[in-house]
C-alpha cells in the first residue's frame, strides 16, 4: 500500500476512534473507555503522521516526543483531583501554543510566498491561538490562587479590549491581502498575545467552568484551522470537534447559570460585594456537633449529598464515600446530587466522586433529582453555595436569580459542611444557611465527615 494511502487510512481510523471516544465521555459511566478509545486514536494519528514524506530528520521528533512524554507522565503523577481545573487550563495553553507556533513557524518559512486561501487559514491560527494561550495561563493563575479569583476591571475596559479585538483582525486580514507585511504579521501576534491576558483578568472565579469550555473551544478552532493551513486532515476532524465541543459545553455551563455568553465575558460576575450590616438575609444560624449530625444520619432512611468545591479544597471525596458505605450497612439509601456548574470545572465532582469510587448509579443530574427532595431526610450540603441557595428562585434582586439550583433547602433537614461562613462565588449570602431546617456543622470536610462515620461506627458496634 503507497505511503500516502496508510496515513490517510490511519487518519480515517482514529477520526473514527475520537468520534466514539466523544461520545463515550457523555456519561460517567463509559468516560474511561471513551478516554481510553481516544488517546488509541492519537497513537494511531501520531503513527500515520511519522510516515510524511515531507520529514527530513527525526531528531528533533524525537527529542520533542521525549520532553513532552516526561512532562505528562510528571503533571499526570503529581496533579491532585482537585487541581483538574487547573490541569485542563494548562492543557489548552499548550494546544494552542503548539498550533501558534506551528504557524509562525509556516509563515516565516514560507510567508510571502502563501496562497490567500492557506493565509487565511494561518492567519485564524496564529491568531486564536495567541490568545487561548495566555488567557489560557491566566486562567490557570486564577484557578491556582496565583491570581485574584475576583475580576480585575477598569474604567472603559470592555471598550479597550474591543478596539484591541478590532485592531488583531484588521492586521490579520491585511496580513491576508498582502502574507509579504511582516512586520504587521508579528504585531497582530503581539496585540493578540495582549488580549488574551486582557480577556480573562475580567472574567472571576464563578465563571471559569465557562472560560475552561470556551477556551477548550478556542484552543480545538486553532487546531482546526492548522489543519488547513497545512492540508492535514485528522487535523481538522479533531480541531472542528473540540472546537464545536467546548462550544456547546460552553453554552449548556451558561443556561445551568441562567446567564448569557455575552453576560459571562462581559458582565464580571464573582466580585465580591461590599457588605454592609444589613445583608438582606433574616434569622439565626443554628450550628451543631459532628455527634448530633452523626445522630440525625443514623436516624434517616434516605440521604443526598450535595458536593461543592468545598468538597475538593479539603479532599473529602474518599471520606464521602466511606460516610455512604457505612449507612448503607444501616440499610440507609445515598444518593449524590451533582449541579452542572458545581466546581470549577464542568464534570468536577463527577471526576472527583468516581475517583472516590463512587458508583455511577449513584450520581444523580440536577433535573433527575430535584423532584425528589422533599422526600429526602437529610440532605449534606458539602462546600456548595450558590448552587444550592434559594435566593435564585425567591429573591429577584439577587444577582444568581433565575439560576437553576439544586433544591436542598426542600429536605426534611439539611447539614451545611463548612469552614466558616464565607460566601460562595458570588459572593452573597445563602439563604438557606438561615432555613429552620437547616443546621451548619463547621469545619474540614473531611476531617467532619470521618467523624460521622466513627460514631456511626461506634453506635453499630455497641448495638
Same mark, same amino acid.
Given at each position: ?228 493551513? *497545512?492540508?492535514?486532515?485528522? *487535523? ?228
Amino acid at each position: 500500500m503507497p505511503q500516502n494511502q496508510i496515513i490517510e487510512l490511519s487518519y480515517y481510523v482514529a477520526a473514527i476512534l475520537f468520534i466514539l471516544g466523544l461520545k463515550l465521555l457523555s456519561s460517567p459511566r463509559t468516560a474511561r473507555q471513551g478516554m481510553h478509545l481516544a488517546e488509541l486514536g492519537m497513537a494511531i494519528a501520531i503513527a500515520g503522521t511519522l510516515l510524511d514524506h515531507h520529514i527530513i530528520t527525526y531528531t528533533w521528533i524525537i527529542v520533542g516526543a521525549a520532553i513532552g512524554t516526561v512532562a505528562g507522565i510528571i503533571i499526570a503523577v503529581w496533579t491532585p483531583m482537585t487541581a483538574m481545573p487547573q490541569r485542563t487550563a494548562l492543557s489548552h495553553a499548550f494546544g494552542a501554543a503548539a498550533a501558534a507556533l506551528v504557524g509562525i513557524s509556516h509563515y516565516y518559512s514560507e510567508g510571502a510566498h502563501l496562497p490567500s486561501g492557506e493565509m487565511v487559514a494561518l492567519g485564524v491560527e496564529v491568531m486564536l491561538g495567541s490568545l487561548t494561550f495566555t488567557g489560557s495561563m491566566v486562567a490557570f493563575a486564577k484557578l491556582q490562587g496565583w491570581l485574584p479569583g475576583t475580576p480585575m476591571t477598569y474604567k472603559g475596559q470592555n471598550i479597550f479590549n474591543m478596539a484591541l479585538l478590532a485592531g488583531i483582525v484588521t492586521a490579520t486580514v491585511w496580513v491576508i491581502v498582502s502574507p509579504a507585511a511582516s512586520t504587521l504579521f508579528y504585531a497582530m501576534v503581539g496585540f493578540a498575545l495582549i488580549f488574551g491576558v486582557l480577556f480573562v483578568i475580567p472574567i472571576g472565579a464563578a465563571d471559569m467552568p465557562v472560560v475552561i469550555a470556551l477556551l477548550n473551544s478556542y484552543a480545538g478552532l486553532a487546531g482546526a484551522a492548522t489543519g488547513f493551513a *497545512l492540508d492535514n486532515k485528522i *487535523l481538522i476532524i479533531a480541531g472542528t470537534l473540540d472546537g464545536a465541543s467546548g462550544l456547546i459545553l460552553a453554552i449548556l455551563m451558561c443556561k445551568a447559570m441562567n446567564r448569557s455568553i455575552t453576560n459571562v465575558l462581559f458582565g464580571a460576575f464573582g466580585k465580591a460585594p461590599e457588605v454592609g450590616p444589613d445583608t438582606g438575609v433574616k434569622g439565626s444560624v443554628r450550628s451543631i456537633t459532628s455527634d448530633q449530625a452523626a445522630e440525625l444520619l443514623a436516624s434517616s432512611e434516605s440521604v443526598v449529598v450535595v458536593p461543592g468545591y468545598g468538597m475538593a479544597v479539603s479532599q473529602a471525596q474518599h471520606a464521602v464515600k466511606e460516610l455512604a458505605d457505612v449507612l448503607g450497612e444501616r440499610g440507609i439509601d445515598v444518593r449524590y446530587a451533582v449541579h452542572p456548574v458545581a466546581g470549577r470545572m464542568p464534570g468536577h465532582m463527577n471526576v472527583l466522586l468516581a475517583e472516590a469510587g463512587v458508583p455511577y448509579d449513584k450520581l444523580y443530574d440536577m433535573d433527575q433529582i430535584n423532584d425528589d427532595f422533599p422526600r429526602v431526610d437529610v440532605a449534606i450540603v458539602i462546600g456548595a453555595n450558590d448552587v444550592v441557595n434559594p435566593a435564585a428562585r425567591n429573591n429577584k434582586a439577587s444577582p444568581i436569580y433565575g439560576m437553576p439550583i439544586l433544591n436542598a433547602d426542600k429536605a426534611k433537614s439539611v447539614l451545611v459542611l463548612k469552614r466558616s461562613m464565607a460566601p460562595g462565588f458570588a459572593g452573597i449570602e445563602n439563604e438557606l444557611f438561615y432555613m429552620p431546617n437547616c443546621m451548619m456543622v463547621f469545619g474540614d470536610a473531611r476531617k467532619t465527615v470521618g467523624e460521622f462515620s466513627a460514631v456511626l461506627k461506634q453506635k453499630a458496634r455497641a448495638a
